[in-house]
């Protein structure tokens, strides 16, 4: 099994930019993609971004685009969120997930990190 803990939310400005970390551990070879996702309050959970772990293929959602960038450093287990040009509807708690049976199936999540904009 692998364990999932995300890092690095907070309280910043629009415009502003932070870099979420998810550090995975345990089973880790078996790990085909990791994604990002986050819920705003009294919405539904949102794909945000994808990253291949072999290869490095990422995918962003296309209300990201241009402004966030997944990354991955496979040396240390560690996805990464790299979110710029921030805007107050990026406020969400948001979640890490790896996909381990199968490359689109997330099968396991971390317990998710507050990001909050303001305005």
């Known amino acids: 099994q692998v364990q999932l803990v995300e890092s690095g939310g907070g309280l910043v400005q629009a415009g502003g930019s932070l870099r979420l970390s998810c550090a995975a551990s345990?089973?880790?070879?078996?790990?085909?993609?990791m994604g990002w996702f986050r819920q705003a309050p009294g919405k539904g959970r949102e794909f945000v971004a994808r990253?291949?772990?072999?290869?490095?293929?990422?995918y962003n959602a296309d209300s990201v685009k241009g402004r966030f960038t997944i990354s991955r450093d496979n040396a240390k287990n560690t996805a990464y969120l790299q979110m710029d040009s921030l805007k107050p509807e990026d406020t969400a708690v948001y979640y890490c997930?790896?996909?381990?049976?199968?490359?689109?199936?997330?099968?396991?999540w971390g317990q998710g990190t507050q990001v909050t904009v303001s305005s």
């Open positions: 997930a790896a996909a381990t049976r199968s490359p689109d199936n997330y099968d396991t």
């Open positions: 990253i291949r772990w072999s290869t490095g293929n990422t």
């Open positions: 345990g089973r880790t070879f078996s790990i085909y993609t």
